[in-house]
């Protein structure tokens, strides 16, 4: 009788559980679709002056113009392929540079200060640098969004390590176990959930990056789409690749809750 109670009571709590999250996401759904009918009421009444902010539905008609000239999947997938190159060489050579750091505590106290003020420094004012070392092509934005996240991915991993339960580290070293060893058995399972959140910052730093090396140098992606509308004043063209960049950094997001669902939330 006891089991049958707690099986209901917990059959009850994921009901309630499922239905939070339908009304969660239907909430989303709507405030989306509010904010789309204010702006489109706004432009339509001329409330704004629509050429400054469009329109929903000249966004959607500017979208399916480049689909038509076959221009749209040509400029998204090129700054897809420029982002997540960068972001796949931030996180892996940052994760890998903060385990050097707290392997090494005289190297961490030797670097931590050049690392503050290069992550203080604005990135923006090395594009000049950037295009002499690598040209205006690919390389240099993919390079400008590896410096954009590579410092975050080092401070956040490198705050997880040194975040691990010292008592546990004691405990694993009076038992006998290597540095080595304390490293894969307990330091890096337990920054796993600080791993997941520097993935979450360096998402959007990775679009930031990618987006800043296309304004500053580049023949095609968003970026350069978003600087030529503003050029020739299409303003159309600007909103509808800001857009496609929000739903491709959305994208991108989930991919990386889904990551943290599998591997902190599931049961073992």
Known sequence: MKNEQISAGHA??????????????????????LLLGIWELAAA????????????????????ELWKNGSLLYHVGTTLWETLAG???AVSL??????TLWWSERARKIFEPYIVVINSLPKIALGPVIIVWF???SAAIVFMTVLVG??????????????????K??????????????????????ALPQFIGMLKVCVGMAWIGSIMGEYIASKAGLGYLIVYGGQVFRLDLVMAATLILCVLAAGMYALVALAEKLLIRSPK
């Open 87 to 89: 972001f796949a060489i």
């Open 169 to 190: 580290i004691t405990l694993l070293r009076s038992m006998g176990a290597s540095k080595l060893q304390i490293l894969t058995k307990l330091v890096i399972p337990s």
């Open 94 to 99: 940052g994760s890998l540079i903060a385990l």
């Open 45 to 64: 009444t001329e409330i704004v002056d629509p050429f400054i902010i469009s329109s929903p539905s000249r966004v959607a008609a500017t979208v399916a």
């Open 150 to 167: 590579i410092i975050v991915a080092v401070m956040n991993m490198l705050g997880g390590f040194l975040a691990t339960d010292k008592n």
């Open 12 to 33: 009850a709590f994921l009901r309630r559980e499922k239905k939070n999250a339908a009304v969660i996401r239907a909430a989303r759904a709507g405030v989306l679709l």
């Open 135 to 137: 040209g205006s092509g």
